[in-house]
C-alpha cells in the first residue's frame, strides 16, 4: 500500500538492455564507471590494456535484475571516452509497480 491508500500491485514491464563497448586504449581506470552504475554491472577485470591499466568488464545476473539497462551514466562519467552503451533490440521483462488499471501512471 503506498501513501495515498491505494493497493499497489506488480506487474511485468519492458526494460531496455544495453549493450557496453569499451575503446580499451582509451581507458585510465579511473573506475568513474564502475562506481556510478547505478546497476552495479561492471567491476574491474584482471584485463590491462596497453598502458597497464586494468580495464572495466560487464558481469550482468539478469536472474537479480543485474543488468545493463542502457542509462547512459558511464558514458557522460567516463573523462576519456572510453565507454558507449548501444541498446539492444531485445527486451528484458522487469517489474512495475501499479496495476493495469491504476491511474497512478
Do not use: D, F
Amino acid at each position: 500500500m503506498n501513501a495515498s491508500g491505494k493497493t499497489l500491485l506488480t506487474q511485468r514491464v519492458k526494460v531496455s538492455r544495453g549493450e557496453i563497448h569499451i575503446i580499451e586504449e582509451r581507458c585510465k581506470q579511473c573506475r568513474l564507471c564502475i562506481e556510478l552504475c547505478p546497476r552495479e554491472v561492471l567491476q574491474e577485470s584482471e584485463k590491462v590494456n596497453e598502458k597497464g591499466y586494468h580495464l572495466p568488464e560487464v558481469v550482468e545476473e539478469p536472474e537479480k535484475e543485474k543488468i545493463c539497462v542502457s542509462c547512459g551514466i558511464c558514458e557522460v562519467a567516463c573523462p576519456e571516452y572510453a565507454i558507449w552503451v548501444r541498446e539492444k533490440k531485445e527486451m528484458h521483462q522487469g517489474r512495475g509497480i501499479y496495476g493495469k488499471n491504476s491511474s497512478n501512471r
